[in-house]
């Protein structure tokens, strides 16, 4: 090494540490944990308008999906696929009974999303969501896009049992 790089080496500084991505940064291919399980990241739909993402997360043949929301703290909640099914979104009653558990709408909105990887929608656009809470705590979701409803039965997490295991 010549004399003057060391000299400048002195001077130059330090490269930054790589910032680590967020839970709301993960894209296909991330790997992450969620109540003790891992997970890969096989997709991912963002919602720009109210800060929140939903991946979609696989460990072997099993798929879940949690929802990660940013309001005056992150909210989590994991959720599996179920069959259900509904004709119009004008049909979406705000009281639903599903396997002795009484769900009541909790919020209702709209608006668009971009979608990354495999989800259960294929392409971005328009999609409503409706969201219920039973009175023990369970949750459900329902979303409508281009003509497909999708439902989703699952429970909140707590933050401490999320995290980022490893990001591309």
């Known amino acids: 090494m010549s004399m003057w790089k060391r000299i400048s080496n ?13 839970m709301l940064q993960l894209a296909p291919g991330d790997i992450c944990e969620v109540s003790l399980v891992t997970y890969e990241v096989t997709g991912r739909v963002h919602n720009r308008g109210r800060n929140a993402v939903v991946l979609t997360l696989q460990d072997g043949s099993t798929i879940a999906y949690l929802h990660i929301e940013e309001r005056e703290t992150v909210q989590y909640a994991l959720y599996a696929p179920i069959d259900g099914r509904l004709d119009s979104p004008d049909e979406v009653p705000s009281i639903i009974d ?31 969501v409706w969201q219920y809470q039973s009175d023990d705590y369970k949750l459900l979701r329902i979303e409508w896009q281009n003509g497909r409803f999708m439902l989703y039965e699952g429970e909140k997490v707590i933050p401490g049992d999320v995290r980022v295991i490893r990001a591309t």
Do not use: C, M, N, W
């Open 10 to 22: 002195l001077f130059s500084k330090p490269e930054p540490p790589k910032v680590e991505k967020s």
């Open 98 to 128: 599903l396997d002795d558990h009484v769900f009541h709408l909790e919020e209702e909105y709209g608006g668009h999303v971009s979608i990354t990887g495999r989800t259960a929608f294929t392409q971005s656009g328009e999609q409503h």
